[in-house]
């Protein structure tokens, strides 16, 4: 351990701190240069850098009552602590922090600090500190894609859109900033491309960042939100905003959707809307969503970044609905790794994904079934999330449709009983080939099979035996030809095609003489399957002509399940063989 009351670096040397250092002030002249990797250093007196300095591990604590952090030289921290009763000011330019900052004392950041942001991880303000941060700082956003609109918002008490300026074209022919306004007739959207326009804590605005693929770090500054916040929304029951509102973190951290302390939720839905913006189209692109820890499209989540802004909805009732969202320092975290929009997401309950595409393009819309028991079949706020549209005219959406006639994206369900039927409704913006396939299916009980039905080819598919679906759709919206199916039974015990099932397929008898009629269409075949109650397959053989056929079985005695397979039906008939 090396202690002292004043360290000062007199020649271009690199110093490395594993352990801990303490000091009551540190002076790094012009020339020298200070790298710390690991370990603590503490401070009780000014930090003076006229050198350079490179922190990348560890902690810099700020213990002195009164301090400064000055010099001619920049120094970028890793972890930075200003310890309770200490005020620091930072009265020179160009410092940084990379990872964690916590203050339980006060930081002046006087408009020379900045939060910087990487494809690794982006700086942050720890939420459980004591004390504030005064004046005004920078904080940075990494986007790992520049293309399109981005939905964000403030960190900032009173920042505007010029913030944005030097990242948005604010005089451009198509509007590049919009607000959203739920009691609207039209879609919501107002421009909102004044440079003294306010960006309200805990709104979100869509920027239009232009047509780059490449990662973009766009920047905001100001003096940073603390503590108790709260927005009053509404639900006007419009036909195009439908209740969704568009709001932010407001925090210079991440904050965390599901915390069990920290958020007033009153007449809101638990689900969250994120936008991406498509890869060829500036203006349009996808919604995914979370609720229940249950992710549409496997990446969206219950963290939400710093700037990130993302829709919520106010629950239906007497109209207008008002509705309060209210946030605390209880919901922030510490986690470093944020992307816009969301954190990868982790299924780990039984669920379906289903997928669409359109001519096989690299994008697709997705929608999922997941099992619950204090689930039902009508909307519940608190379990499934509705469906918003998508806006890239190159991705159809997908999504079910619940008994109370509401579009879902996640879709929370009891597991059946027997066999359920979740109608499954289509929007498409443009002709071409429709591809439906699954994502994610292993998560599913083995004992409960899947099968999407078309009921204009009246065919059943196994989803769990053949992953996708292909045919050629016109324009339009379909919500009323196909369907999801949920059977614990192999074989559903339905009829498939227009004509009556017992037309086509019979089984009886007595004893051990069983007879078989089939009447077969010219070109068609049937497999017949016997199938014990345990659900296993004992025997099958495939018929290519109508008739009647004896069958000599030599299974034990007991009732059986008999199955008819055919291109566009599956029937099952129930026998007794007697021993």
Not at 113 to 130: C, E, P, R, S
Not at 138 to 147: I, S
Not at 379 to 390: G, Q
């Amino acid at each position: 351990m090396l202690q002292t009351n004043h360290i000062k670096l007199l020649c271009i040397t690199t110093f490395i701190w594993p352990l801990l250092l303490m000091a009551q002030g540190l002076r790094i002249p012009a020339g020298a240069y200070l790298i710390a990797k690991s370990g603590n250093i503490v401070t009780k007196y000014n930090w003076i850098n006229n050198g350079k300095s490179t922190h990348s591990g560890g902690f810099v604590v700020f213990g002195g009552a009164t301090q400064q952090l000055n010099g001619t030289g920049a120094s970028s921290f890793y972890n930075l602590v200003i310890t309770a009763g200490s005020t620091t000011s930072i009265n020179s330019g160009g410092h940084s922090l990379k990872h964690i900052v916590k203050c339980d004392g006060i930081l002046n950041a006087n408009n020379n600090f900045t939060l910087l942001a990487n494809a690794i991880q982006t700086a942050l303000v720890d939420g459980t500190g004591t004390g504030d941060i005064t004046g005004n700082l920078t904080m940075q956003g990494y986007l790992a894609n520049g293309f399109g609109y981005k939905y964000l918002g403030s960190p900032f008490q009173s920042a505007t859109v010029n913030e944005m300026s030097d990242d948005v074209n604010l005089t451009a022919g198509f509007p590049s900033v919009y607000r959203h306004d739920e009691n609207q007739p039209s879609n919501g959207w107002i421009a909102y491309t004044t440079a003294a326009n306010a960006l309200v804590p805990m709104r979100g605005y869509a920027f239009q960042l232009g047509t780059g693929i490449a990662p973009n770090t766009i920047d905001m500054n100001g003096v940073i939100n603390n503590r108790n916040l709260s927005i009053t929304l509404s639900n006007h029951n419009l036909t195009y905003t439908k209740g969704f509102n568009l709001v932010s973190n407001p925090y210079p951290s991440p904050i965390n959707w599901d915390a069990v302390s920290g958020w007033t939720k009153t007449n809101i839905d638990n689900a969250l809307y994120f936008f991406d913006a498509g890869s060829t189209d500036q203006y349009g692109g996808t919604y995914s969503s979370y609720i229940n820890h249950v992710s549409s499209d496997g990446k969206a989540n219950n963290i939400i970044p710093a700037m990130q802004g993302f829709f919520i909805h106010v629950s239906t009732g007497t109209f207008p609905v008002t509705g309060i969202l209210g946030i605390s320092n209880a919901t922030r975290i510490t986690v470093v790794p944020q992307t816009y929009r969301h954190l990868n997401g982790i299924d780990s309950i039984p669920l379906l994904r289903l997928r669409a595409n359109i001519n096989s393009n690299a994008e697709s819309d997705p929608t999922v079934i997941y099992f619950q028991n204090t689930a039902s079949e009508n909307f519940d706020r608190n379990l499934d999330a509705l469906k918003i549209m998508n806006t890239n005219a190159g991705i159809p959406s997908i999504y079910t449709v619940s008994t109370d006639q509401q579009n879902l994206s996640i879709n929370a369900l009891p597991e059946p009983d027997s066999s359920s039927h979740i109608p499954l409704g289509v929007q498409m913006m443009q002709d071409g080939e429709l591809s439906l396939f699954i994502t994610d299916v292993n998560a599913l009980p083995a004992h409960i099979y899947c099968y999407l039905f078309d009921k204009t080819t009246d065919k059943y598919n196994d989803l769990k035996q053949n992953s996708s679906y292909r045919f050629n759709l016109t324009a339009g919206i379909y919500e009323k030809r196909f369907s999801l199916v949920f059977s614990r039974k192999e074989i559903l015990s339905v009829q498939l095609s227009a004509e009556p099932a017992l037309r086509s397929f019979e089984v009886f008898g007595t004893g051990r003489n069983i007879q078989l009629i089939l009447n077969l269409p010219a070109g068609e075949k049937a497999d017949i399957r016997f199938i014990n109650m345990a659900g296993q397959v004992l025997s099958t053989k495939t018929y290519t002509q109508s008739g009647s056929y004896p069958l000599s079985l030599q299974l034990p005695g007991g009732i059986y399940q008999v199955a008819c397979y055919t291109s566009t039906a599956v029937i099952t008939k129930q026998i007794f063989i007697g021993k």
